[in-house]
C-alpha cells in the first residue's frame, strides 16, 4: 500500500485498505471496505478512469501487502496471510451500454433491468483457485461460454471459503446452492 510521501495512502481507496490490513493484522475477522461515486449516469469515462486506477493501487497493494505477511493462523501449511483472508471485491448490478458509443446523451450509463442479469466479483486469497475467469457476456449482455451462475453461488463460496454452512442461512432458495471455487 503506496505511502503518497505525505504521511498518506495514494488515492481513495488506499486508506481503507491500509485501515482493513491494520484491522486484519489485529484479528478482525471481516472487514467491508466501501466507497460510493460508482453511478456514473454522466461522464463515466473520467470517473471511471479515477476510480479504477485508485481501486486498482489500493487491490494491489493490500494483496501485495497480505502476501507479504505470515500466516495470520500459525498454520504451517500457509505461505502468508493472503492465505487466511479473503479478498472479495464485487459490485451491485452490471450497467446498460447499448447507447450511442456505448453511453446515454450524457455520457454515462443507466439502470436496465435487461443488463442487471449480471454483474463481477473478483476473488483473491482464502482458499481461492486463482487465474480464472468464470462467465462472461458479448455486447448485448448474452452469456457466451454457458457458465452464468445466480448470485447466491457467490455469497456461498464466501460462506464455505469462511467455514460457514450456508446452508443455514441460504436456505430461502428452491435448489440446492454450490460454491464456485471448485
Known sequence: ?????????????????????????????????????WDTH??????????????????????????????????????????????VVDSEFSRDNTGPDGFNGDDGSDHQSTYARYFSAMFAGGGIAGGRAIGATDEAFEPVDGETFHSSR??????????IDHSKYLAGFSR???????
Request: no cysteine; hydrophobic share 35%.
Open 176 to 182: 440446492p446452492i454450490e460454491g464456485l471455487y471448485g
Open 42 to 87: 454522466q461522464g463515466e469515462q473520467d470517473k471511471l478512469t479515477t476510480r479504477l486506477g485508485s481501486l486498482g493501487t489500493a487491490i494491489t497493494g493490500l494483496i501485495t501487502a497480505l502476501d507479504a505477511l505470515a500466516p495470520i493462523s500459525g498454520d504451517p501449511t500457509k505461505t502468508s496471510a493472503l492465505d487466511d483472508v479473503l479478498f
Open 154 to 163: 457467490v455469497n456461498a463460496t464466501i460462506y464455505d471459503l469462511l467455514g
Open 1 to 37: 500500500i503506496q505511502d503518497n510521501g505525505s504521511g498518506g495512502v495514494e488515492g481513495q481507496y488506499g486508506e481503507g485498505a491500509m485501515i482493513a490490513l491494520r484491522m486484519v493484522q489485529s484479528g478482525v475477522r471481516s472487514v467491508t471496505v466501501s466507497r460510493g461515486g
